[in-house]
């Protein structure tokens, strides 16, 4: 008799009492791991004041344009630890750079940023000792060849086995 009165009683308080708890308890431990995940990675400092950053919008771009028009291009290379660069002109002629620098980043996380002092080699190129894990990568450039500016490049990399891909 008692267990014909269990099975009558069905769906009650306490059953929808432990579906709750464990449906917020599913929910505030994927919060809780999410807000760690996020602490621990990428700041999203990108800038640090964004109001003069506005301001020099307008003569970076002007600094831009004026590249562009030069039609330069440039060859990049990795291997063996070290990054190579070199500028061409719009006849592909080597640009003789002076000296430049080359700041390397991941794409979010700042870890692993670094900034390295390219030094000219034989034929305008610009070397410097640098070892890459594998993955994404952005590297700018900045390079004296002799304008009123540095020249400017930005290249998203992707590195594999220590070498260009």
Same mark, same amino acid.
């Given at each position: 008799?008692?267990?014909?009165?269990?099975r009558k009683r069905g769906f009650t308080g306490v059953h929808m009492l432990v579906i709750m708890l464990a449906f917020f308890?599913?929910?505030?431990?994927?919060?809780?791991?999410?807000?760690?995940?996020?602490?621990?990675?990428?700041?999203?400092?990108?800038?640090?004041?964004?109001?003069?950053?506005?301001? #020099?919008?307008?003569?970076?771009?002007?600094?831009?344009? %004026?590249?562009? &028009? @030069?039609?330069?291009?440039?060859? =990049?290379?990795?291997?063996?630890?070290?990054?190579?660069?070199?500028?061409?002109?719009?006849?592909?002629?080597?640009?003789?750079?002076?000296?430049?620098?080359?700041?390397?980043?991941?794409?979010?996380?700042?870890? #692993?940023?670094?900034?390295?002092?390219?030094?000219?080699? %034989?034929?305008? &190129? @610009?070397?410097?000792?640098?070892? =890459?894990?594998?993955?994404?990568?952005?590297?700018?450039?900045?390079?004296d060849a002799g304008l009123d500016h540095p020249y400017r490049e930005i290249r998203r990399l992707t590195v594999q086995d220590?070498?260009?891909?």
């Amino acid at each position: 008799m008692r267990e014909a009165h269990i099975r009558k009683r069905g769906f009650t308080g306490v059953h929808m009492l432990v579906i709750m708890l464990a449906f917020f308890s599913v929910i505030i431990a994927v919060n809780a791991t999410m807000a760690v995940f996020a602490n621990s990675s990428w700041s999203g400092f990108v800038v640090r004041n964004s109001y003069v950053a506005s301001q #020099e919008f307008n003569e970076k771009s002007a600094q831009w344009r %004026a590249q562009a &028009e @030069l039609g330069w291009g440039s060859k =990049l290379a990795l291997s063996d630890g070290r990054i190579s660069y070199q500028l061409f002109d719009r006849d592909d002629l080597p640009v003789a750079a002076v000296k430049g620098t080359v700041s390397i980043r991941r794409p979010i996380g700042d870890s #692993e940023d670094r900034t390295l002092l390219l030094k000219p080699v %034989a034929g305008g &190129e @610009l070397e410097a000792d640098t070892a =890459l894990r594998d993955g994404a990568w952005i590297a700018e450039f900045e390079i004296d060849a002799g304008l009123d500016h540095p020249y400017r490049e930005i290249r998203r990399l992707t590195v594999q086995d220590g070498e260009l891909r």
